[in-house]
Structures are given as C-alpha cells and as structure tokens.
C-alpha cells in the first residue's frame, strides 16, 4: 500500500513510520477471534474499546507540551507519534463497529469510555495527564513486546485479528519513547512519573473491567469451566513476563529504549503486512 507519511528518526535506528491499515475480510473473521474463547476475546474487545479515546486523550496530553521543544528532531517525533496514533484511532473504531454484528452494544461502551477520558482531561492536572500517556505508552509497547515474544498468544488469533494487532504493536514499538522523553524533558521528574502511572492504574484499571464484564455478561453464550481454564492458562503464558516488564518502569533510571525490539520491528518489515 502506497504511504504518504513520513518517518520520523527515533533512537538506535528506529524511524516512527505511520502507516495505513486496510482490514482484508473483517465479515470473516469470528466472533469469538482470541483463541475461541469468550473470555479472551472479550477482554481484547474491551481493550480496544477503550484505544480510540484513550489514543486521542494521548494526541492531546502530548500536544499540551509539544510547544515546549524546539529541538526540530523532537518536534518531528511527535509528529510521527500524532500520525500513528491518530491511524490506530481509525483502524479500532472500524473493528469496534464490527462488533456489532455479534450482538454487543458498541455504542454504550463506547459512550462510556469517551466519559472516562473526558472526566480525566477535565480533572487532572495536564503534567500527569502527559506522565499517564508516557506509562500507557509503557504498557501498549508491553503488550506488543508479549504479542512477539509469545508465540502461544499469535497462534491463539484469527489470521486477519493478528495481522491488524502486529500492525499496532509494530507503531507502538516505533514510538515508545515519545511521550516518556517529552514528559521527562519538559520537567517531569521521577516522582511525578511514577504518580502519573499509580494514578493511571486508579483511573482506567476500574473502567477496564467494566467493560470487559459487561460485554461477557451481555454475550447470550455462557461461560464454561473448559473457558475459563483456557483463558487462565493463556493468561498464565502472557500476564507474569508483562508485568515483570511493567514492573522496570518504576526503577528511577528507566527507560523505555532499553528494552531492545529491534529484532522484532525487523521481523515484522521482512514482510509487513497491512
Ligand atoms: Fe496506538
Ligand atoms: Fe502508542
């Protein structure tokens, strides 16, 4: 697919590419896409429900401070970040909407999720506002690290669900260090970095599960026990070497370039599929 943006230089030869992604056969792809498992797929579901505003939320914290640089190469970066984001937004509204079909009620949780980021922005001090989207950008690149790393994870997913994920978690891995080194030279000091990410997991962990269990409870199929072990074990895989990831957040010298993805952006250009 032709690409009209362009890439920003980030650290160690990593360029933030956005780029646009085109769903193949999304009408194909079933219900329950994560392993076949209701408890899986729904916790993703309510995942991405919460990514386009909480993405737009992100564009904005980082917009709040991005007239602060005037290093052009910075200024770039958060152009790139912008972009990408801003692609993502659009690609998870058109699988959201697709959700529909099955049944879920698109548009309360996603009602519910703009409530969320709007009462943030409108509460919280815009210096956390940028220190939440520098952790969030933590987490996401987490997650897209464990999505690589863990081979049981992409065997568990419908084809055109992994190529669209491995899409997001390639931007994610170009740009996540944009928001942290924004916050970082702007002021922000380890304290405040570290009270931006508890308050981060007070504000969003709590929306999270709601809609995550609002979605299984509406879903007229009834969880099993085989369902539930499945998503444990699954859970079991991903979740500890996640956390221990998340967890290197909260040493005062961290920084998110140290985790090498290199190996795995490199992987995914070989043959990028969008
Ligand atoms: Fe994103
Ligand atoms: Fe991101």
């Known amino acids: 697919m032709e690409n009209a943006f362009a890439a920003a230089?980030?650290?160690?030869?990593v360029f933030i590419q956005p780029?646009?992604?085109?769903?193949?056969?999304?009408?194909?792809?079933?219900?329950?896409?994560?392993?076949?498992?209701?408890i899986l797929t729904h916790i993703e579901n309510a995942f991405s429900i919460l990514i386009p505003p909480g993405e737009r939320f992100f564009i904005r914290a980082v917009r709040n401070y991005a007239d602060r640089v005037t290093d052009p190469v910075v200024a770039d970066r958060?152009?790139?970040?912008?972009?990408?984001?801003?692609?993502?937004?659009?690609?998870?509204n058109e699988l959201n909407a697709s959700f529909k079909r099955f049944g879920t009620d698109v548009e309360r949780e996603t009602v519910y999720a703009e409530s969320v980021f709007a009462w943030i922005e409108k509460w919280v001090p815009k210096r956390i506002q940028l220190g939440m989207t520098a952790f969030l950008e933590h987490i996401t690149a987490t997650g897209a690290h464990t999505l690589f790393m863990e081979p049981a994870v992409a065997a568990a997913m419908h084809p055109e669900l992994l190529r669209f994920w491995r899409w997001h978690a390639v931007e994610e891995l170009e740009h996540k260090s944009v928001a942290y080194d924004l916050f970082r030279d702007t002021g922000g000091g380890y304290l405040l970095r570290v009270l931006s990410a508890i308050v981060a997991v007070a504000l969003l962990?709590?929306?999270?599960?709601?809609?995550?269990?609002?979605?299984?409870?509406?879903?007229?199929r009834r969880v099993t026990r085989d369902d539930l072990q499945a998503a444990r074990?699954?859970?079991?895989?991903?979740?500890?070497p996640q956390l221990r990831l998340i967890a290197q957040y909260f040493r005062p010298g961290f920084h998110p370039d140290?985790?090498?993805?290199?190996?795995?952006?490199?992987?995914?250009?070989?043959?990028?599929?969008?």
């Open 19 to 38: 780029r646009k992604f085109a769903f193949r056969d999304l009408e194909s792809a079933p219900q329950y896409w994560f392993a076949n498992n209701p």
């Open 258 to 274: 140290e985790f090498d993805d290199r190996h795995f952006l490199a992987e995914w250009y070989a043959a990028p599929a969008l």
């Open 205 to 220: 962990a709590h929306p999270f599960n709601r809609i995550a269990r609002r979605m299984i409870k509406a879903d007229p």
């Open 9 to 13: 230089a980030s650290a160690d030869g």
């Open 78 to 92: 958060v152009r790139a970040f912008v972009q990408q984001e801003g692609l993502h937004m659009r690609a998870h």
């Open 233 to 240: 074990r699954m859970h079991r895989k991903a979740i500890p």
